[in-house]
């Protein structure tokens, strides 16, 4: 499985980005798609996940009610709408893909990785 990412920008606070995650090759054994970022000196961390039947949904507390994931099966992609950006949303943006039934928060749960979209909020 080969994932590409992208979308990501430069957004002032307040503002909107949409990132996409193009998924191709073997799609048919991935289960969950999920969204981490890291920020410069920070660990990887969870953002959101969506399993690919869009039957279960997971989203960091910290982003709740902001930002918005959803998958377009048809195009094997996956978005992350992210609304009412902050300063500390900024960071790398990376998509990932596992194949194990299950919508896990950690990064050690995922099999396949994009190469990360840079997304900068100034304030």
């Known amino acids: 499985v080969q994932l590409q990412a992208s979308g990501g920008g430069l957004v002032q606070a307040g503002g909107s980005l949409r990132l996409s995650c193009a998924a191709s090759g073997r799609t048919f054994s991935i289960y969950v798609m999920g969204w981490f970022r890291q920020a410069p000196g920070k660990e990887r961390e969870f953002v959101a996940a969506v399993t690919w039947s869009g039957g279960r949904i997971d989203y960091q507390d910290s982003v709740k009610g902001r930002f918005t994931v959803s998958r377009d099966n048809a195009k094997n992609t996956v978005y992350l709408q992210m609304n009412s950006l902050k300063p500390e949303d900024t960071a790398v943006y990376y998509c990932?893909?596992?194949?194990?039934?299950?919508?896990?928060?950690?990064?050690?749960?995922?099999?396949?990785w994009g190469q990360g979209t840079q997304v900068t909020v100034s304030s």
């Open positions: 990932a893909a596992g194949r194990t039934a299950a919508v896990a928060r950690s990064a050690a749960r995922y099999d396949y």
